[in-house]
């Protein structure tokens, strides 16, 4: 006899369940994002560490810019003052050699004669003074005329003052570059 079997036969095979792979699938997500998380974390750290030593080298270049500009500023009024300096020099130069030749002009004798002024505009020259003799006046006006700088040395007017003093003025002209 041949048995047929009519009902079905079940095998019996263990399934997972669908409730694990949502946890597993959870499970990997879960510690996805961890990671992720940590490593903005980490690299936020970084980035606030390289933000602060940023700040930290601005601050110092900021002090080292101030300092500069400090400098510039005292080389440009260290430069100024060489530059007034220097056309003070050059200023003094004439009026000074002028002194010079005016001095050598003076008479052996100096109680005789003396200047009570003396100006200078341009290349024009005036001396007033006062002598106790036209003699000394006239020995100063030789003088003058003798110096390689002094030229036209006129005497524009004198007269008697006291007893014993005679008011002069002279007018000359400068030759070269004096003053």
């Known amino acids: 006899m041949i048995r047929v079997n009519l009902y079905p036969t079940v095998d019996?095979?263990?399934?997972?369940?669908?409730?694990l792979y949502g946890v597993v699938v959870f499970a990997v997500c879960a510690t996805g994002l961890g990671y992720w998380y940590w490593d903005l974390s980490s690299e936020q750290a970084d980035l606030q560490e390289q933000a602060a030593t940023l700040q930290q080298g601005v601050q110092r270049l900021e002090q080292v810019t101030a300092e500069v500009a400090r400098y510039e500023q005292r080389q440009a009024e260290l430069e100024a003052r060489l530059a007034v300096i220097s056309?003070?020099?050059?200023?003094?130069?004439?009026p000074v050699e002028?002194?010079?030749?005016?001095?050598?002009?003076?008479?052996?004798?100096?109680?005789?004669l003396w200047l009570t002024s003396l100006s200078q505009i341009d290349t024009s020259v005036s001396m007033e003074g006062r002598a106790f003799d036209v003699t000394f006046?006239?020995?100063?006006?030789?003088?003058?005329?003798r110096s390689p700088v002094l030229r036209n040395v006129e005497l524009e007017f004198w007269d008697q003052d006291t007893e014993s003093t005679i008011r002069f003025r002279l007018h000359c002209e400068i030759e070269g570059e004096t003053g």
């Not at 056309?87 to 004439?94: F, I, P, S, V």
């Not at 010079?100 to 109680?111: D, E, L, S, T, Y």
Request: hydrophobic share 40%.
């Open 12 to 19: 019996i095979v263990e399934h997972t369940p669908p409730q």
């Open 98 to 112: 002028l002194m010079n030749h005016v001095i050598a002009g003076i008479p052996a004798n100096p109680r005789g």
């Open 137 to 145: 006046i006239a020995d100063f006006i030789s003088a003058l005329e």
């Open 87 to 94: 056309q003070l020099e050059a200023n003094q130069k004439g």
